[in-house]
């Protein structure tokens, strides 16, 4: 955890604060258009889904759910069958979960522990590095050179709290693709954290959905009764790195620090900072010693995504106290993005079904979603009039 007078929190409460006083928020030089084709075309998406998600380094996983070796997750990520494990040696490694005898799946999806890979179909086993080291028969079934028949591995990097993975095989450097961000994630030291809670949700397409996540713009409007309780609306302090950003929220408390000595603040109280890994990931916290993780992975058509939420604690609930005040919190960003982001996204995404509209605006306050699209259109070698 950071402490009271760390100078970035000190540096990015003045600047919110001089937003609050001002009634100000950064802003976009120009205002920005995006054609609504952009979020429905059925080509546009499958080229951008297989570029964007496809070929980019993606946190599939937080470091924490692979936590002693021999753990492993699987699951599902764009129809890629995904077996996350961390070996002997304590490396993340990423394989596809399939046998390579008959094209098995070898784990059903979710968390576990084992000391080795056991296909259930024809008992072909393997070592956490991937290597095949048994065959049930092997006299029986004939030669073959073993080393041939390893699990098919997938780039796979582990930094700032995440496994980043690329689906399509593509190499990549992960220290060149996160920069200083990978700074600035590693700030929230997540591999301390503690999982409390982990679901999964249905939500619209995938621009739609991540849109919700990068602007304050709405939340006085549409979360009244959760997160805008505590957050100033319309009020954002953004830095980018590249695709990837941190947006630093006021809390409605940010008023106080005007009536405080510096010396006295402690400005972890009054910010809320949100870090949006480009192209699906967004970490909201910390707030009392709790964080949200949110992974968005696009579905089979433009109008579907499945959001991992995952809920984090500092340390494990214990006291009843503690155990409440961890329910408390997931139930609230549940209903913040089930009941209330979710269905009005999915209500724009019937509004661009009707035609009703030729283009969206992105306004000077929703920089970060000016940000976010002109990434997307770098990555598509495209690129997009104001």
């Not at 996350?84 to 999806?109: I, M, P, T, Y």
């Not at 409390?196 to 619209?204: I, K, T």
């Not at 970490?283 to 009392?288: D, E, F, M, P």
Request: charged share 20%.
């Amino acid at each position: 955890m950071e402490s009271t007078q760390d100078p970035r929190l000190m540096a990015l409460a003045e600047r919110a604060l001089s937003h609050y006083v001002n009634k100000t928020t950064d802003r976009a030089p120009t205002t920005m258009q995006m054609p609504v084709s952009a979020y429905s075309d059925t080509a546009r998406y499958d080229r951008e889904r297989k570029r964007i998600f496809g070929s980019l380094p993606i946190a599939v996983a937080l470091s924490i759910e692979l936590p002693d070796r021999g753990s492993y997750k699987a699951m599902q990520v764009l129809d890629v069958p995904l077996l996350l494990v961390r070996d002997e040696q304590g490396v993340a490694r990423c394989f596809l979960n399939v046998c390579r005898h008959r094209g098995a799946r070898l784990c059903e999806s979710g968390r576990a522990q084992t000391r080795i890979i056991a296909c259930p179909y024809h008992a072909w086993t393997y070592n956490l590095q991937g290597e095949l080291v048994a065959r049930y028969g092997a006299d029986s079934f004939g030669e073959i050179t073993q080393q041939a028949y390893s699990l098919t591995a997938l780039p796979c990097e582990e930094r700032a709290g995440f496994l980043w993975v690329s689906l399509d095989q593509t190499p990549f450097d992960i220290d060149q693709w996160l920069g200083d961000f990978a700074v600035e994630l590693g700030t929230l030291a997540l591999q301390d954290w503690h999982i409390y809670a982990q679901r999964e949700l249905p939500g619209p397409g995938w621009k739609v959905t991540m849109d919700g996540y990068l602007e304050a713009y709405h939340h006085n409007m549409l979360h009244g009764q959760t997160v805008g309780q505590m957050t100033v609306g319309n009020l954002m302090v953004l830095d980018t790195y590249g695709p990837h950003q941190r947006l630093t929220f006021g809390r409605k408390s940010l008023g106080e620090l005007a009536r405080q000595p510096r010396k006295l603040w402690r400005p972890q109280d009054h910010i809320r900072l949100i870090h949006s890994g480009f192209p699906n990931l967004s970490v909201s916290g910390i707030v009392g010693g709790f964080c949200l993780v949110s992974q968005i992975f696009p579905g089979p058509t433009a109008h579907t995504t499945l959001t991992v939420q995952t809920v984090l604690c500092a340390k494990p609930p214990q006291t009843d106290a503690e155990i409440a005040s961890a329910e408390d919190f997931s139930a609230m960003v549940l209903q913040a993005v089930k009941d209330e982001d979710y269905p009005v996204g999915f209500g724009v995404q019937e509004g661009i079904l009707s035609q009703a509209n030729t283009h969206f605006t992105f306004g000077r306050n929703e920089s970060a979603l000016q940000n976010y699209h002109r990434w997307v259109a770098h990555f598509m070698g495209e690129e997009i009039s104001q």
